[in-house]
């Protein structure tokens, strides 16, 4: 497989460092809320990994090259997502490192306590909640279409092996709701930080670390804010997003 590009698609530069990302103007860009998950992995080398609706490969491309020795197996129910994912994964000479499977990640073929580590940046919004976007790519990405979130707690429960990690963001709304979920299936955050867009508003996001089986103290981190008063990246968020990266 090679990685031609196809009408209306570019390249873009994704974060710091040299990777590159495939996009196109129909389908949903790289957030900052990706560039802003992968950052928050505590990264681990040798690590099995597998993302949860991948989308364009972002968030797995990300953590490719700050774990080099670890192997993602990155899952997306949209067939055109998948298979741009894959060609980046190409563009990046990363096949050795992540596959990209076109799956319902609900229904997948790898049994009981497969891998080490989940990443997942789910929809946010319940079906009965938000308005359903007529772009079906869009809808599946704002939207739980494809499953809800105690459907994504019980997957990744499965999925992960003892003492094994979920990595994710959400809405900071629904902060209790989310842990109350995990919680239900034996995941227990151990880490979280909220985000704000700027030094006194409220936060919209939250990142959040699970881990399977085992119950501790939460770790809670200084607020990351993401917009200085003048209108630029915080000194840490222009680390996060890099020069040319991410998505304003």
Known sequence: MNYELKPQ???YQLG???LQIIMESQSPRFSLDALLLADFVDKVNGTDIVELGCGTGVISLLLATSMPNSSIRA????YPLAEMA???VVLNNLQRQISIGQYDWRELPWGKECCQMIVANPPYYPLASSRI???PQKAAAKSEIYGSFAE???VAAELLKPGGTLWLIHLAERLEELTSTLEQQQLYVFRSRFIQMFNNTKAKRVLLAARKGQK????ILEPLVIWQSTGKYSEEAAVIVGEKGGAK
């Open 152 to 154: 994504l707690a019980e």
């Open 9 to 11: 698609e570019q390249i």
């Open 16 to 18: 710091r460092g040299d």
């Open 75 to 78: 899952v997306e129910i949209i």
């Open 216 to 219: 501790t103290q939460a770790e």
């Open 133 to 135: 976007s007529p772009q």
């Open 86 to 88: 894959q060609r980046s």
